[in-house]
């Protein structure tokens, strides 16, 4: 199967077109040694197979193959009781009945996290985020976990936040504290007013609006893919924000909307509310992933009270790879650019790379005096090693022992091989474990994911990888070889997503493997190095803005992981090579590499300043 079908690459980019060679990992520096020099005296484990008794996942279990081996399994068992800081920890096997990640844990509440330390701004602001998600409650990709972030942090700063978002039927309601009914309200659809519901609550201390249409829209088990018409649904929710804040009285300084599903909401606004009773809020846009357009028939947008023709144009909301068509459609997020008072993406990287390419980029080009880069950060109250909820051990950079009892606790739950205890002493660790965490899309590298997959355990390590595939191809790819790899010793496909098991691995991880096509910010790579996971990455995006190749002789300062620049296999082995290597021979440089990457700051604190500059640039007074 090809992943990178549909895929289109600058030249320089193509297969096999950069650092094919087995001695050198990108263009701009050669490296000392490479996959195909790995020492030959890697570690290895006691053998231990494992069989797979039925391939599923919510019932993890793994059967011994023989009584010798269940036997070994029992030495090392008793063994560590001995030491690393693991006395009375419960450890966690394969077949257990639950398994280890769904386990029960203590309440996280995040609304009491400190702000200490963090600069209180004088200027206030209130902004309201527009967004189809927000971690944890509706959580798909990255973009919820930055409307979190970022609207704890300008929390923290002091200013008033709302984020109001869909009341999907699937979202855990006992995940929202104070959830209670605050408004019922109609807006438009179809000639129609249609009844909506508008709900109160706070999650992980920020305060969420939820609005619940009347209809089926947002009705079904999961975020996205319900059996209502997507775009259809987005639109009403754009107009149906703007409505409740009319109804309501609310009059924000800033209106934060997100990818192409908001994409409209500037429309609506500028063009229908601003002439009715919303006169202060400005339009902030931010861009995610610009793969997505908001593709949309004209008469789609007329349903909702706009004239769908008068936007039609090049200047405003016309897709412009349907120009000379029959009929020619609109792009919702581009009609978001046109129409925003500011436009943001989540790294100065991706910036350039879209001006420079992509369907949007003359719409981009045109309004580039409006459009900045700002790298994304990571919620560092949510993602901490020191105090996370999930994680067997705690631990940070000046204190890394945590990490060793969190990569043993994960093996033994999943079955695979683990190093012992000496004399209650842990001894040294030759077996590197990499994880990837991701959605099974050819945005992020299959056709690398799998061939990492093979190449891992070639080199003696284990890797485990954790997502969920939403095209059926790829999905029944990964479950084939999930019951082909499962079924050994050193490698886990779990085609799911776990919240609770994400922490676990990122804790668990020497190395996090990020080998995307394109990557607008990334946030695996940063949430890896906050846990000591060393990333390896491709130079793309956001990954080229936050990883910086551990052999680049002129960079040796912010030196932090591994970088490869092709997309083709012998690329991605020269830096899982390097990496092994690295990780083998010098273990003592490597744990000051691991607690080097876990004192970057990648903090939203870092980043909501720029935010907020931008907020200010553009807000009424």
Known sequence: MDFTSGLSFPSSLAPNGNCSSSNNCSSSFNHRSCYNNISSKAILLKKQSYVFSKYQLRNFKIQRVTRIEAQLKAEQLESSEAGCESDGLQWPSPNDEIPFWKGDFPSWDLSSAASAGVEQDSDLLHIVHV????????????????????????????????????????????????????????????????????????????????????????????????????????????????????????????????EWQTGALPLFYWDMYHFLSLQKPRIVLTIHNMEHYGECRQEQLSKFGLDGSAYATEDKAVDDRTVGHNPERLSLLKGGIVYSNAIVTVSPTYLKETLCSGWLSGALMRNRDKYSGILNGIDTEMWNPATDIYLPAKFDASKTEGKRICKQFVQRGLGLPFQGIKHGICVADQIPLVVCITRLVAQKGLHLITHAIKHVEELGGQMVVLGSASDDRVEREFEGLAELHNKGSNIRILLMYSEELSHMLYAAADMVLVPSMYEPCGLA??????????????????????????????????????????????????????????YQEKPNEWKAVVQKVMRIDNSWNNTAGKYIDIYNSVRVR
Request: proline fraction near 4%; charged fraction near 20%; include cysteine.
């Open 131 to 258: 967004t189809a998600e927000m971690a944890p409650i509706a959580k798909v990709g990255g973009l919820g976990d930055v409307v979190t972030g970022l609207g704890r942090a300008c929390l923290n700063r002091g200013h008033k936040v709302d984020v109001m978002i869909p009341f999907y039927e699937c979202i855990p309601k006992h995940c929202i504290n104070e959830l209670a009914l605050m408004k019922t309200y109609n807006s438009y659809h179809d000639g129609n007013w249609v009844a909506c519901n508008a709900y109160r609550g706070e999650v992980s201390g920020v305060p969420v609006i939820l609005i619940e249409p009347s209809n089926h829209f947002f009705k079904g088990k999961n975020i996205y893919g319900g059996s209502y018409n997507e775009l259809d649904a987005y639109l009403f929710f754009s107009r149906a924000c703007l409505e409740w804040m009319q109804v309501n009285g609310t009059q924000p300084d800033i209106i934060h909307v997100h």
């Open 525 to 582: 790579q940063m949430i890896g190095m906050r846990y000591g996971a060393v990333p390896i990455v491709r130079k793309t995006g956001g990954l080229a803005d936050t990883v910086f190749d551990m052999d680049d002789q002129s960079h040796t300062e912010i030196a932090n992981g591994f970088v490869f620049e092709g997309i083709d296999e012998g690329s991605l082995n020269c830096a899982l090579g390097r990496a092994f290597s690295y």
